[in-house]
């Protein structure tokens, strides 16, 4: 599948669900369940690769990383890259192409605050005029995970959607929100989901048209995995 062909399904058909990998393996399971496309997590991805959450893994480790991801699967693969990683625009765009992947999530906040709206825009404007076509852009919108107010998600997408974001992802929107910002964003909106809900269902009810689970399914099975310890020992 063609980045165009993974952007058209934002727009037709049922919604996009995407499980999110953090290794080949992982990735190779999804893809083997049906996935139409495979999403990486920034956050599960780090945490194998020694590092936590929050910018902190080196570009270079985490571009290897999802070229690995690519590399492993038949289906499109689109790479969760924080905000970056301190990479120019132009020189992200670039070295993500040469992984393969034909998408990518950026997200709007740095060290736990949010950016100012138009810088980020200029960076999502930037990879879209290098990238062209060929990477689906999903612009994160962290609003809600500083407590902030639904007119300012709107406002924050209404600028990505402008500067080239091909969906917006309001990340925690609580689900009750869901409508309002579908309407008044415009274009396909990105919804969190994991494993304990709301369902895919319940999102796309709500307006969702791309629906991606984070580091949830990762955390889910590695909590699983601390359970399960007694018993083994």
């Keep these: ?40 997590s920034s956050g599960a991805m780090a945490r194998v690769l020694g590092y936590d959450d929050g910018q902190l893994t080196p570009a270079a480790e985490m571009l290897t990383a999802v070229a690995r991801v690519v ?3 038949d289906v499109p693969v689109t790479a969760d890259m924080e905000a970056g990683y301190g990479l120019p625009a132009k020189e992200f765009a670039e070295r993500l192409l040469e992984t393969g992947a034909v998408g990518c ?27 062209g076509a060929d990477l689906v ?3 994160r919108v962290d609003t809600f ?18 500067a080239g974001a091909d969906c917006i992802y309001p990340i925690f929107a609580p689900l009750d929100v869901l409508p309002e910002l579908a309407a ?47 018993s083994l020992q």
């Design 1 to 40: 599948m063609s980045a165009e062909a993974f952007r058209a399904r934002h727009h037709s058909g049922p919604p996009l669900i995407l499980l999110n990998a953090w290794d080949p393996v992982s990735a190779r399971i999804i893809a083997a369940g049906g996935a139409p496309a495979v999403a990486t």
């Design 71 to 73: 590399q492993a699967v």
């Design 105 to 131: 999530n950026l997200e709007d906040s740095l060290a736990d605050e949010l950016v100012d709206p138009l810088e980020f825009a200029d960076y999502l404007a930037e990879v879209r005029a290098t990238a």
């Design 137 to 139: 852009i999903n612009a």
């Design 145 to 162: 995970l500083v407590q902030g107010t639904p007119a300012d998600a709107v406002a924050r997408g209404r600028i990505y959607r402008r």
């Design 184 to 230: 008044e964003i415009g274009g396909p909106i990105n919804a969190h989901a994991k494993p304990s809900g709301p369902t895919p269902a319940e999102l796309t009810a709500a307006g969702a048209h791309r629906i991606s689970y984070g580091t949830s399914v990762h955390k889910h099975l590695m909590d699983s995995l601390q359970k399960l310890l007694p």
